[in-house]
Structure formats: C-alpha cells, structure tokens
C-alpha cells in the first residue's frame, strides 16, 4: 500500500513540474539558454511577417510603377516604389488578352503584367511573445516574380499571384538572449486580391501569403551557444482590417501581422 501511494506522489510531481514547465515558456521569458519550439516560432514568425508585409508593399508599388491610379491610397503606407527600407529592382512584361507580349503597357489593351525582381536591404523591427519583446535587424536578399491580372476593360479588382526565394539573415536581441537566423525560403503569394477604388479599399480583401522555410537558429547567452536546425510553414491570411492587422499562423499557430508597422504579435 505505501509502494502504491509513493508511486502516486511521484507521479502527481512529475505531471505538476511539466505542467508548470509549460506554463513558463508560454508566458515568459527563458530562464537559461534555450531554443523552445515557441521562442523559434516567434522569430520565425517575425522575420516571415515582415516579409509579408513588404510583398504587400512590392505589390502596391509594381501597380504604382506603371502609374495606375491607387487613389490615394500610398497615403497610410511608403514610398509606393519600393517596400520599407529596400531597394528594389523592377522590370515587367506587360500582355494584351491573347497573352501576347506589348512593347509598352497600355491603360486600354493590358490584361496582365508579370514583374520581374531583385530585393535587397536591412529592415529592423520587433516582436511580441507574451512577456517576451525583441527587437530585430534582417539582412535581406529576395527574388520575386509577380503577375498582376484583371486589367482589361472596366477594372473593379486586380488579382496578384506570384513565387520567390529568400536567403535572409536576422539578428535578434531580447531578453532571452541574442539570436541570430539564417533561412532560405520559399515563397508564394496566391490570388491576393486588392478592390478598387484604392481610397476605400487599401488593403487586400482575400488571398494568401505563404513562405516555406528552413533555418538555423543560433542563440547565445551568458556563457552558452544553442543551436537548432528546422523548418516552419507561415502564412498570411487575408482580408486584412482597417488597421491593416492581418491573421498569421505558424504550422498552424496563431499570430497576427500589422502591415503598417510589420509587427508580429504571437501567444
């Protein structure tokens, strides 16, 4: 019977020392070096939100540089050439209804437009986890090809699907130690769809965002070094709200994005 009871105690131990375990990585920062499954999904989280953010940006901007008119919408957000930050090279291919290819873009006669670019730069940001603030700095090196549809005729919405790579670099700091990440991602943008007229409509009102990564992470703090090899699924879900607070999730995880700020807030 005492065996019995022993067994008991001990187990009942162990589920409340897990249990609390939990609750601490949940809820604030790591004591020790450490890379837990939810501090490497919200730096994730963050290096792919900002990048989200600014694909929503490269799309406003490739419509901007071939004059559409946004209708004052670049008003509440940048430089309508280039994300926050980065400098972008940008050429296009601009197609008439049969999908042949013009010379020039033409407001009457354009269907579709397939953009062609180089992104390069330094972003800096931060992140939410609960307790947890850190703040960041992303080396970026990106390529994205874009083609923007629904030109033709009378135009209510236009319709952006697209692929890329990214091979970014992010050094984080906060107070679960300095983190430093190397991903090479792929990414794609899935029938986002922006309404017109722009002044009402600034953001998309439905599609979806995606980049598949894999990384490392690094984290060093005090006199240890942690590192860990892996890969998430992120992705952006819109419409975005008048804010421009989007939903954001990690293998499944909630999170949200503001696509003004680029921040990342995560549970």
Request: proline share 3%.
């Amino acid at each position: 019977m005492r065996s019995n009871r022993f067994a008991v105690f001990v187990l009942a131990g162990l589920a409340a020392a897990a249990a609390g375990a939990a609750c601490s990585d949940a809820t604030s920062p790591d004591t020790q070096a450490q890379l837990s499954d939810s501090l490497v999904s919200a730096d994730v989280a963050a290096t792919a939100g900002d990048a989200m953010a600014s694909d929503v940006e490269t799309m406003i901007g490739n419509e901007a540089s071939v004059g559409f008119d946004l209708s004052a919408a670049n008003n509440i957000l940048f430089d309508a050439q280039s994300p926050q930050d980065l400098n972008v090279q940008r050429s296009r291919v601009c197609y008439d209804a049969t999908g042949a290819a013009q010379a020039t873009c033409d407001a009457q006669t354009t269907d579709s437009i397939v953009f062609s670019l180089v992104i390069n730069g330094t972003r800096t940001g931060s992140r939410i986890r609960n307790l947890d603030t850190s703040t960041f700095s992303i080396s970026v090196h990106r390529t994205r090809q874009i083609t923007v549809t629904g030109l033709l005729g009378t135009e209510t919405q236009r319709t952006h699907n697209g692929t890329g790579s990214s091979n970014d670099t992010s050094a984080f700091t906060g107070p679960n130690g300095s983190r430093t990440i190397d991903e090479a991602a792929s990414d794609s943008i899935q029938n986002v769809v922006f309404k017109l007229p722009r002044s009402s409509n600034p953001w998309p009102i439905s599609g979806t965002i995606v980049r598949n990564t894999s990384f490392t992470e690094t984290l060093v703090k005090a006199d240890t070094t942690k590192t860990r090899t892996a890969t998430r699924r992120v992705v952006v879900t819109f419409p975005a709200d008048n804010e421009g607070n989007v939903a954001l999730t990690v293998n499944g995880n909630s999170c949200s994005l503001n696509l003004v700020t680029h921040k990342v807030t995560c549970s």
